[in-house]
């Protein structure tokens, strides 16, 4: 591969994806080497050895035509317009390849583009990118999902075979599961962790104590995750059959908080019958669960 031309890859959106990508691309090395071009509707600063072309957002990049793949790394919302932009414009022809970035839609979203018959598809990495700097680190051993059409997913498990991620195919309709699954191993971790800081709070401790004091437990959890699955690794008083302790928790919280803490408590409840907890202890926990006690109010 080392006589090969490099291949043109073009990424419309230099967000935090964006960028990051094009940073692991440019810098990947090994495979085939990749000419990445990256293109915004704004003048803003990115990392070397990345230029940055800029023009109104329904005006494709002069360059567009000499790359081979296409990535549109803009949100969600705004994938069609785009792509029905680009298609409008004649900017893409049928050699080329066209992936959206998307975790919850499929090749659909680039309808559009279909009369070009360019190869359409998605590829999704499995990973948080929050510092682009950093995201060759961060993608490899990473997981992500492609689906499209059968030249677009050849193109997108060889981009992610170069970038180190772990390429696994998905259909176009599983794409809103997949990405709530994403959701709630990340976004709503983050949310949870966000919750039991506040709590911490309404307890004593300012916000930076509380979460000094819950950082330890969040990574010793973490640290049982790595080694086991999540049914293996809960506990707590769900886990426990505590049920004394689950009133007493639900009587102590507001009315949205005992909400959140009765359906995860539910969630909970089902791993803990999976591990094996009898039926009347089950059926107590679900009683004291579903049990609407008075909150104390108390100012979040």
């Keep these: 591969?080392?006589?090969?031309?490099?291949?043109?890859?073009?990424?419309?959106?230099?967000?935090?994806?964006?960028?990051?990508?094009?940073l692991a691309l440019a810098r990947a090395g090994e495979g085939r080497r990749y000419d990445v071009r990256l293109h915004g509707r704004t003048k803003k600063p990115v990392p070397k050895p990345l230029?940055?072309?800029?023009?109104?957002?329904?005006?494709?990049?002069?360059?567009?035509?000499?790359?081979?793949?296409v990535l549109l790394a803009v949100r969600d919302d705004a994938i069609r317009?785009?792509?029905?932009?680009?298609?409008?414009?004649?900017?893409?022809?049928?050699?080329?390849?066209?992936?959206?970035?998307?975790?919850?839609q499929g090749q659909e979203a680039l309808g559009p583009l279909v009369g070009s018959r360019a190869a359409l598809g998605s590829l999704h990495p499995l990973q948080t990118i929050s510092n682009?700097?950093?995201?060759?680190?961060?993608?490899?051993?990473?997981?992500?999902?492609?689906?499209?059409?059968?030249?677009?997913?050849?193109?997108?498990?060889?981009?992610?075979?170069?970038?180190?991620?772990?390429?696994?195919?998905?259909?176009?309709?599983?794409?809103?599961?997949?990405?709530?699954?994403?959701?709630?191993?990340?976004?709503?971790?983050?949310?949870?962790?966000?919750?039991?800081?506040?709590?911490?709070?309404?307890?004593?401790l300012s916000d930076t104590e509380a979460w000094e004091a819950l950082r330890p437990l969040v990574e010793g959890t973490l640290e049982n995750l790595s080694r086991q699955q999540p049914m293996a690794a809960l506990t707590g008083p769900v886990a426990r059959g505590d049920v004394?302790?689950?009133?007493?928790?639900?009587?102590?919280?507001?009315?949205?908080d005992a909400v959140l803490y009765r359906a995860l408590g539910r969630a909970a409840l089902e791993l803990a019958q999976k591990q094996g907890m009898d039926q009347a202890t089950a059926a107590q926990v679900a009683m004291a669960l579903a049990t609407d006690l008075p909150p104390v109010m108390r100012k979040a």
């Design 81 to 104: 317009p785009l792509a029905e932009a680009l298609a409008r414009a004649g900017a893409i022809g049928a050699d080329q390849v066209v992936l959206h970035l998307s975790g919850a």
């Design 51 to 69: 230029t940055l072309t800029v023009g109104p957002e329904n005006e494709p990049p002069a360059w567009i035509a000499q790359a081979g793949v």
């Design 132 to 204: 682009p700097e950093h995201a060759a680190e961060r993608l490899k051993g990473a997981w992500a999902a492609v689906e499209g059409m059968p030249r677009a997913v050849q193109a997108a498990e060889a981009l992610a075979h170069d970038l180190g991620l772990r390429p696994f195919h998905i259909s176009s309709k599983a794409k809103p599961m997949y990405h709530a699954s994403a959701v709630f191993a990340s976004n709503y971790f983050v949310v949870v962790e966000a919750v039991a800081q506040r709590l911490l709070r309404h307890a004593g």
């Design 244 to 256: 004394a302790t689950i009133r007493r928790q639900l009587e102590a919280l507001t009315h949205d």
């Design 1 to 22: 591969m080392t006589g090969a031309p490099p291949l043109v890859v073009g990424i419309i959106g230099p967000g935090r994806a964006g960028v990051g990508l094009a």
